[in-house]
Every structure is written in C-alpha cells, then in structure tokens.
C-alpha cells in the first residue's frame, strides 16, 4: 500500500531551501562541484545546480557516479548487475564536491560513493545533500543537507519519484510484502 508523504510541490520547496541551503553553508559556489549517485541522485542534482545558478547567477558543474562495483553487496546483487555509468567532467582535487542521493537509510550507498570518489581525485571537502533520510543507519554516515527526514520501519520502502524515471515528482512509502 502506497502512503504519499511528498507531492510535487514539497520536493520543489525541498529543493529550493536545499540549494539555498548549500550556498549559505559554503559562502557561495565557488569550487563547488555537485555529483548525482545514479539514478534518482543524477536529475536531483541538476535540479539543485539549475536552482543554484537561478540565485547565484553561477553554473554549478553537476557529475554523475555509478557506485555499482563499490557496493559491498555486490555479490548479492545480480550476476549481471546493471551499469549506469559515471561521468565526472571536472577534476575533484580541492573541490568542495556535494553528493546528492534521494534516499539516506544504512549508509552503505553512501560509504560506497565516497571510496569511489576517492579513486577519481581528492576533494577539498565531500559534502552530502538526500532528499529523505528514513533511518536505520549501520555507519556513522549523515546529510549535511536533508529534504525530510521520514522515519520508517525496516518493512517499509522509501521511494523518491522522479520526472526523468518515473514520470512524477514524489515521495511515497509502500509496506514490503
């Protein structure tokens, strides 16, 4: 059963508070670099950088990382796991590089993102921006920038709707089975 707790509307907000958020926090955009963990994280992060450059009249570099061969469940995955791709078309070394993801729950995804970065420069600084945190950390891992936090259950599943995959902006929970 489907329980919608963002509309359209709330993630625009989310959105604009968040990228104003990221520009009070870091005094401006300079040396700012935004990088989408794919999938849903890629069109939030433009999003953010369009709304950045709206304010600031400043166009944010926004990348795109694919973290499939840094999960540490791998193995659990597929045998045949699905390849979105990283592209990154600016060096990292002393940038100030926001990772944006639309779900913060155990950490890992996030654990996985940074050793993946780390592999392609070194950053100034990483900074995290998530859409929803539910919860149920296993790493000491947390968003310097958050849309909502929703707390859930582990029988629940958070689920960030995207225009680009999902043909809306929204966010519902859905009760696993």
Do not use: W
């Amino acid at each position: 059963m489907k329980k919608y707790v963002m509309d359209s509307g709330d993630i625009n907000r989310a959105c604009i508070r968040l990228a104003h958020e990221l520009i009070e926090r870091n005094k401006g955009v300079e040396d700012v670099v935004l990088v989408g963990i794919q999938r849903r994280g890629v069109p939030l992060a433009k999003k953010i950088a369009e709304l950045v450059e709206q304010y600031e009249g400043v166009k944010v570099p926004v990348g795109k990382l694919d973290i499939t061969f840094y999960r540490d469940d791998l193995s659990l995955l597929s045998e045949h796991p699905v390849i979105n791709g990283t592209d990154l078309p600016f060096a990292l070394d002393n940038k100030k590089v926001v990772l944006v993801d639309d779900v913060l729950f155990t950490g890992r995804t996030v654990r996985a993102a940074i050793e993946a970065l780390m592999d392609s420069g070194r950053p100034k600084c990483i900074q995290l921006i998530v859409m929803v945190d539910r919860g149920h950390r296993e790493l000491p891992i947390r968003a310097d920038f958050l849309g909502k936090n929703i707390p859930t259950s582990l029988g629940e599943i958070v689920h960030v709707c995207v225009p680009e995959y999902d043909g809306e902006d929204a966010v519902y929970i859905d009760t696993m089975k």
